[in-house]
């Protein structure tokens, strides 16, 4: 089942850790459809998936600036070891922020929300896995 835009449970369940000051690393799985899908009213022009994402990304990468975030890293996918077999991804992004906070006060921005049709167009499917530094585990 594709996930574009997270659960109202998922929501809840990350605000209840808002106050975790710790930096959280964001991992973006996305698969593009192959026609971005904008409503008729959007008045966007008709363009592959991965183009309507990169018009997200032109913008929300300021976004993410804004509250003291930065990219990572982006890259291909190059291929799936494990994996269901269903679950093929085009691209991954890494991405960090400060806080759960500080990626909260951005996605609640009217300015980042304005852009958000551009990415709910272009992806077939997505996961956004926030994550934070297990200390100790490896010497990193």
């Known amino acids: ?3 574009i835009e997270p ?3 998922r929501m809840q369940a990350f605000l209840r850790d808002a106050g975790d000051e710790s930096p ?3 991992i973006n799985l996305l698969r593009y459809r192959e026609q971005a899908d904008y409503p ?4 966007a022009e008709a363009c592959s998936g991965r183009e309507a994402y990169q018009r997200y990304g032109e913008v929300a ?3 993410v600036a804004s509250v003291g975030g930065r990219m990572l890293w982006i890259g ?3 291929g799936t070891l494990i994996a269901p077999d269903a679950e093929e991804w085009d691209d991954a992004i890494l991405v960090q922020y400060p806080s759960r906070a500080a990626f909260l006060e951005m996605v609640a921005k009217p300015e980042y929300q304005a852009i958000v049709f551009h990415r709910t167009a272009a992806l077939a499917d997505s ?3 926030a ?3 297990l200390g100790g585990f490896f010497d990193v």
């Open 1 to 3: 089942m594709p996930s």
């Open 7 to 9: 659960t109202p449970e």
């Open 24 to 26: 959280i690393v964001m």
């Open 40 to 43: 008729p009213d959007s008045g």
């Open 61 to 63: 990468s300021r976004h």
């Open 76 to 78: 291909s996918v190059a």
């Open 127 to 129: 996961r956004l896995i």
């Open 131 to 133: 994550t934070t530094t």
